[in-house]
C-alpha cells in the first residue's frame, strides 16, 4: 500500500521515497523515462513484463506528465487494464485495487 503522497515524496510500505518510481509486485523501482514527462513503450518494459492486471499511472501533482498513445496501446495490447489520473488520484485509486485484491502496479510522478 501507499502510505501517503505529497509534491515529491512518496511514503511505500514505510518507506519514503523521493523520486518517481513503479510499484509492482512489491517492490520498488526508481523510474526514469526517457523524454521526462512523455511516457513511452520503453519507460514501461517493467510493467509489460511483470503483466499486472491493471497500472495506474500517477502523472504529477498538476498532472503534467503524458502517458503517449503507444504506450497505452501496449499495455492495452497486453490485456492490461490502465488509469491515468493525477498523482494524489491515482494513488487513492491504487490502494482501491489492492484493497480489493487486484494485482495492480503503480507507476508515479511525483512532481508537477
Known amino acids: 500500500m501507499v502510505d501517503s503522497y505529497s509534491f ?8 519514503t521515497y523521493d523520486h518517481d518510481l513503479i510499484y509492482s509486485k512489491g517492490q520498488v523501482t526508481r523510474w526514469w523515462r526517457e523524454k521526462g514527462h512523455k ?3 520503453g519507460d514501461i518494459q517493467l510493467l509489460l513484463d511483470q503483466s499486472p492486471d491493471v497500472v495506474v499511472f500517477g502523472t504529477g501533482a498538476m498532472g503534467v506528465m503524458r ?8 499495455l492495452h495490447e497486453a490485456g492490461i487494464e490502465v488509469v491515468v489520473e493525477p498523482s494524489a488520484e491515482a494513488i487513492a485509486r491504487f490502494n482501491a485495487l489492492v484493497a480489493e485484491g487486484r ?8 512532481t508537477c
Open 67 to 74: 502517458v503517449g498513445n503507444k504506450a497505452l496501446a501496449a
Open 103 to 110: 494485482d495492480v502496479a503503480l507507476a508515479i510522478h511525483l
Open 8 to 15: 515529491g515524496s512518496v511514503r511505500v510500505d514505510g518507506e
Open 39 to 41: 511516457v513511452k513503450v
